[in-house]
């Protein structure tokens, strides 16, 4: 299997804070990896540097010569104008023209349930459809490797759900991959193939998710036992 | 109070009766400030625009420059102007002193800090929001900052509209570099000076009068153009955002 992404030994530098310290990951075509661990672990920094929108200080992050990213962000920021012309924007700046633009963002839209409000100002909409939004302009890209910062963290559980099945109906349609970051662990257990726990910019961590779940961690990985037994209860 | 009461129905009758003096002040004072916040404003909104997403060694020391430069005195942008047109200065060969090109200049140079500034602070806020994904979707830093300002053109508008009230009510600069000359450079700021010091206050008063109305005329455009983008945008009805995880 092909690589899509290699970070060997990458750390990132805040001034005086390091935020990541010499993180390895690698992943393949198909995986689907979620990044846990608490607020300030690391998590939206790793995957900044994987989508390029960050340099590392150290180490070296490299992506597959074959791989197309697209990133949704956890609060996805409209530009003013309409949902139609958002997707659009997005290709256009992609090198699609803008003709073949809108033939692809109508498909993009009608796929998230939002066709009915393409003239709408997209400023106007909902927190979740916002968030649909944003997956409708990163699927019209036809990426083949997907970053997501926290997808569903800022939407009520009614959106929540419906991000989740249309990403989910994503996965299953296409071999996409998957680098996403939750502090949901029951979306993390539905999504994900693979799990990597955060630690103060370290990886404690990197397990296939059954083994992270069900497998007794104290010994092997005491701090994402630790974290998996705050979050469970 | 008799004086004034004079004065005001004296003035008031100027502008009712339409008096081609007061008006032609009027007509070249709206003219000359028209043409220099569209000057400063083709140079302000690129500059100020590429200075708000830019990145590079120096810049905080051209941004402690720029904020300086709102301070700029009108007299002293008229005295350097003055120096520049002047017919032993650099550009003395182009004899534009004491026309009302000289005037649109020194007004443009005083109102170019103003919007470069706002500007800039504008599309570096809206960067703070946006850029990152604007980044993400392949977009360099000269194309974000078209888009960016694209994007924030109504804020931009009233930009617009404060740098035209800046040049229009300045008189300082135009004073030095226009010299008042009656039916040639007066304008309404240098002509209600000089008609105060001449003693002909209903005429002073009544391009006053005229001067306020464009300031508030200027005010209920920004209101009018803020409710209006409201409505466009939905302002003020917020993304539902629910429950964290």
């Known amino acids: ?15 005086p804070h390091l935020a990541l310290h010499g993180i390895h990951l690698q992943m393949h075509a198909g995986e689907r990896v979620a990044l846990v661990g608490a607020n300030g672990s690391g998590k939206s920094t790793l995957l900044r540097v994987a989508h390029g929108l960050l340099k590392v200080s150290g180490g070296q992050a490299s992506v597959g010569p074959e791989v197309n990213q697209a990133m949704v962000f956890q609060r996805p920021h409209m530009l003013r104008t309409t949902v139609l012309r958002f997707v659009v924007w997005g290709l256009w700046l992609q090198g699609t023209p803008w003709r073949a633009a809108h033939e692809r963002a109508m498909q993009a839209l009608e796929r998230v349930g939002l066709q009915d409000m393409a003239e709408r100002s997209a400023r106007t909409l909902s927190g979740g459809q916002q968030q649909r939004l944003a997956l409708a302009r990163a ?13 569903t963290s800022s939407l009520d559980p009614h959106a929540k759900r419906e991000v989740e099945r249309l990403l989910a109906e ?23 193939t693979r799990v990597v726990y955060l630690e103060a910019g370290r990886v404690l961590a990197d397990l296939p998710v059954d083994e992270f779940f069900n497998r007794p961690l104290a010994d092997s990985h005491p701090e994402a036992h630790l974290f998996l037994k705050g979050e469970l209860g | 109070m008799t004086t004034l009461t004079d004065t005001a129905t004296a003035a008031l009758q100027l502008l009712t009766e339409l008096d081609p003096l007061l008006w032609s002040i009027v007509g070249r004072s709206l003219w000359v400030s028209v043409l220099a916040t569209a000057l400063a404003c083709s140079l302000g909104v690129v500059l100020g625009a590429w200075l708000g997403v830019a990145r590079f060694a120096g810049r905080d020391v051209w941004l402690t420059v720029l ?5 700029l005195p009108s007299v002293v942008v008229g005295l350097l102007i003055y120096l520049l047109l002047s017919r032993t200065g650099p550009l003395g060969h182009l004899g534009w002193l004491f026309s009302l090109k000289a005037m649109v200049l020194a007004q443009a140079v ?24 604007l980044q993400s979707l392949g977009a360099k830093s000269w194309l974000r900052s078209v888009l960016l300002a694209w994007d924030e053109r109504y804020a931009l508008l009233t930009v617009l509209i404060a740098a035209f009230g800046r040049a229009i009510s300045e008189v300082g600069a135009v ?24 003693g002909d206050l209903p005429l002073a008063l009544a391009l006053g009068l005229v001067l306020m109305s464009v300031v508030l005329l200027l005010n209920v455009c920004i209101s009018a153009l803020r409710r209006w983008r409201q409505r466009i945008d939905g302002a003020g009805i917020e993304p539902v955002q629910g429950v964290l995880a």
């Not at chain 1, 502090?183 to 994900?192: D, E, I, S």
């Not at chain 2, 170019?112 to 504008?122: E, F, I, N, S, Y």
């Open chain 2, 175 to 198: 004073m030095v570099v226009g010299g008042n000359i009656e039916g040639f450079t007066r304008v309404m700021t240098t002509a209600i000076a000089l008609e105060t010091s001449k």
């Open chain 1, 170 to 192: 994503w996965v299953a349609a296409s071999n996409v991959s998957l680098l996403f970051s939750s502090h949901n662990l029951g979306q993390v257990k539905r999504l994900a």
């Open chain 1, 1 to 15: 299997m092909s690589a899509v992404l290699n970070l060997q030994g990458v750390s990132v530098q805040f001034g």
């Open chain 2, 67 to 71: 904020n300086t430069l709102l301070a």
């Open chain 2, 110 to 133: 005083l109102v170019l800090p103003v919007v470069t500034a706002l500007t800039r602070q504008c599309v570096e806020d809206a960067e703070r929001n946006h850029g990152e994904q």
């Open chain 1, 139 to 151: 699927w019209s890209l036809q990426p083949n490797f997907v970053l997501l910062d926290e997808p």
